[in-house]
């Protein structure tokens, strides 16, 4: 197995967000980001606010807040994407959060002298289901989707085969979302179990990854 790339993204989304309070000032004076780490194109209006730095881009329209970032091969505790999303509900605990997204996104490729249709079959094509029998042939590839309650959230993971990379080749990708709906509780705590799950990013990028390598691996002699 080679993780050939992986993403993770926080989305926090409310009844409503407010993209005109998101300015490079606001964002610098509030200490969610510093004026000077803001990098390329940006955008600034009462419909939409987006922007990047080195490590992240983030997309704010009125229902969510969005902050993508790669994670492979990136050094660091990413300390400082998590602080945006930290910062912003810190700085507007009022706003009628509704729930919280953590997301990762792996990419896995396997040994060239490996067939990936034969692999993939193994790892995910086997079993009674009757509509396998309706993909027998040799070009058949396969997906899995899975959830569960997770601490505070649910889980949700879809794996399934895609194309990518300079050479177009298959991979299998691994999409996690980690969603904890916190509506339920009085808007007065919300802030406060959001700042509190995304302060548990690490552990959980840690089981992603953990299950990326039990998702990946053959059982002792299962046939390809």
């Not at 009757?130 to 997906?143: H, I, V, Y």
């Not at 991979?171 to 980690?178: A, R």
């Not at 990028?205 to 390598?213: A, C, D, P, Q």
Request: aromatic fraction near 12%; proline fraction near 5%.
């Amino acid at each position: 197995m080679l993780v050939e790339n992986a993403f993770a993204g926080i989305v926090l989304t409310a009844q409503s967000f407010n993209p005109s309070i998101f300015t490079e000032t606001w964002l610098d004076k509030n200490g969610v980001l510093a004026a000077s780490s803001l990098e390329g194109i940006r955008v600034f209006s009462p419909e939409v606010a987006q922007f990047q730095t080195k490590e992240c881009q983030v997309l704010v329209i009125p229902p969510k807040m969005q902050i993508t970032f790669p994670i492979h091969r990136v050094e660091g505790d990413f300390e400082v994407q998590r602080n945006i999303a930290v910062r912003t509900i810190e700085v507007l605990p009022h706003t009628p959060y509704q729930a919280l997204g953590l997301n990762f996104d792996f990419f896995v490729s396997f040994p060239t002298e490996k067939d990936f249709n034969a692999y993939n079959r193994a790892l995910l094509g086997s079993g009674d289901y009757q509509l396998l029998q309706e993909f027998s042939s040799a070009d058949a590839k396969f997906g899995r989707y899975f959830s569960k309650d997770h601490g505070p959230a649910r889980l949700k993971l879809d794996i399934k085969p895609v194309k990518g990379g300079p050479q177009n080749k298959d991979l299998l990708q691994f999409s996690f979302n980690f969603h904890h709906d916190v509506a339920q509780f009085d808007l007065s705590e919300r802030a406060e179990k959001l700042i509190e799950f995304i302060r548990d990013w690490s552990s959980l990028r840690e089981y992603s990854e953990r299950l990326v390598k039990m998702g990946t691996t053959l059982n002792p002699g299962e046939a390809m």
